[in-house]
């Protein structure tokens, strides 16, 4: 299984991503709670939005406040992370797994938000 995120990039704050995550040889994608998570310069990675396996329920990090949005295609075995109303503090690599981190991280898409 190779997990690959995608969708990065340079955005002055304010502005707005798609990142996409493709996990590439899961059997069990569909079966999966799936995480977005990221990772700060110099800080420990943290959970950001969650999704169940039927997109049923999704759950967010206080931080998000609204202004992100997870949802998966588990045909294309896929799940997405919109990011809106970015701010500085949004600068990290994004990277994505199940919930219980089972499969091996990828590299993650780096996100830089200037002002």
């Known amino acids: 299984v190779q997990l690959q995120a995608f969708g990065g990039g340079l955005v002055q704050a304010g502005g707005s991503l798609r990142l996409s995550c493709l996990a590439s040889?899961?059997?069990?994608?569909?079966?999966?709670?799936m995480v977005w998570y990221r990772q700060a310069p110099g800080k420990q990675r943290e959970s950001v939005a969650e999704i169940a396996a039927d997109s049923s329920t999704t759950k967010y990090a206080d931080f998000v406040k609204g202004r992100f949005t997870i949802s998966r295609n588990n045909a294309k075995r896929i799940v997405y992370l919109q990011l809106h109303s970015l701010t500085l503090e949004d600068t990290a690599v994004y990277f994505c797994?199940?919930?219980?981190?089972?499969?091996?991280w990828g590299r993650g898409t780096l996100v830089t938000v200037s002002s």
């Open positions: 797994n199940d919930l219980f981190e089972e499969y091996p």
């Open positions: 040889g899961s059997a069990m994608f569909a079966m999966n709670t």
